[in-house]
């Protein structure tokens, strides 16, 4: 569904001078109250029921990340954004986080495991995400789970990853793989969508 051209605009978004407006999204900033209780409880359903360390990859302004703290994990958060990457630590500033500013594909995290790799529509934009979710599964500990929030955006020149086919992807790297539809839950993004948006959280 993303072609090279598509990942290429992508890259070429300057996502320094989007960080201070990307909040203004509801489901970036997570402004609303019923759009911020609508994700913390879907992170409560996907992730670990007890304090857990969790990679969150392309983590933008560090809102998924500020829910996940909120219930106890150990977030590290990586964007390739400095801009992002500071509006991250200023939101989570005296909480357990850590962000850092690197390439979400190949994280720079050195040896460390987590029990949880969090991406929001990142995998889309990035090359080879075959290759991408096998470097991602080596970051996780035995048990550990990818939680993957992606979708197919847009009617005219839809991009994204199906589910399908991410679905397909992690199915060789994964004992468990379960599919969540996300699209008919208006909340979550703060408005009707007609697209295919989805999680899915894969055990390994």
Request: glycine share 10%.
């Amino acid at each position: 569904m993303t072609n090279e051209s598509d990942r290429t605009a992508a890259v070429r978004i300057d996502w320094d001078a989007q960080a201070a407006t990307f909040d203004a999204e509801p489901d970036h900033g997570l402004g609303p109250p019923e759009v911020r209780a609508a994700w913390a409880e879907r992170l409560r359903t996907w992730l670990p029921g007890h304090p857990a360390d969790l990679l969150d990859l392309g983590c933008g302004t560090g809102s998924l990340a500020l829910l996940a703290a909120e219930q106890g994990h150990r977030v590290t958060g990586v964007d390739s954004s400095p801009a992002m990457v500071e509006r991250a630590r200023a939101k989570l500033a005296g909480r357990d986080a850590v962000f850092l500013v690197g390439d979400a594909a190949a994280p720079p995290v050195g040896e460390r495991l987590f029990d949880t790799v969090l991406v929001r529509h990142v995998l889309w934009a990035l090359p080879d995400p075959a290759r991408v979710l096998r470097h991602w599964r080596g970051l996780l500990r035995p048990g550990g789970r990818f939680v993957l929030v992606e979708g197919v955006w847009g009617t005219q020149t839809p991009v994204g990853v199906p589910a399908g086919r991410l679905t397909a992807l992690l199915a060789p790297l994964a004992a468990d793989v379960r599919l969540e539809r996300l699209s008919e839950q208006a909340v979550l993004w703060g408005k009707e969508v007609h697209d295919e948006r989805y999680a899915l959280v894969a055990t390994v």
